[in-house]
């Protein structure tokens, strides 16, 4: 069974720093590609990063671009998201996702989701 768990969700002034976890169980972590995604109240669930554990290859959306860094920790089979220089439109609950493959195959609706950590960042 593939389950996905994030951490390290908060709460944090604007500028601040945040590292979100996502520990991956049950499937052979070297074949998925793992991603961020992030939903606000109202918001329709926004990518925010991905990481294909196969080659490494990284995709960030353009709101994120030099202020988050995904990366991946194999022997764990961890992927994390340090997050820096957060705004208030950070402020979301983000959630890992899985899916054999690379970072296109999160385009759609990805098949396996952790439960979400709350992210908040006050102004």
């Known amino acids: 069974e593939v389950q996905l768990v994030e951490s390290g969700g908060g709460l944090v002034q604007a500028g601040g720093s945040l590292r979100l976890s996502c520990a991956a169980s049950?499937?052979?972590?070297?074949?998925?590609?793992i991603g961020w995604f992030r939903q606000a109240p109202g918001k329709e669930r926004e990518g925010v990063s991905c990481?294909?554990?196969?080659?490494?290859?990284?995709y960030y959306a353009d709101s994120v671009k030099g202020r988050f860094t995904i990366s991946s920790d194999n022997a764990k089979n961890t992927v994390y998201l340090q997050m820096n220089s957060l705004k208030p439109e950070d402020t979301a609950v983000y959630y890992c996702?899985?899916?054999?493959?690379?970072?296109?195959?999160?385009?759609?609706?990805?098949?396996?989701w952790g439960q979400g950590t709350q992210v908040t960042v006050s102004s």
């Open positions: 996702a899985a899916d054999m493959g690379n970072c296109g195959t999160l385009e759609g609706t990805p098949t396996n």
């Open positions: 990481i294909s554990s196969s080659d490494g290859s990284t």
């Open positions: 049950g499937f052979t972590f070297d074949d998925y590609a």
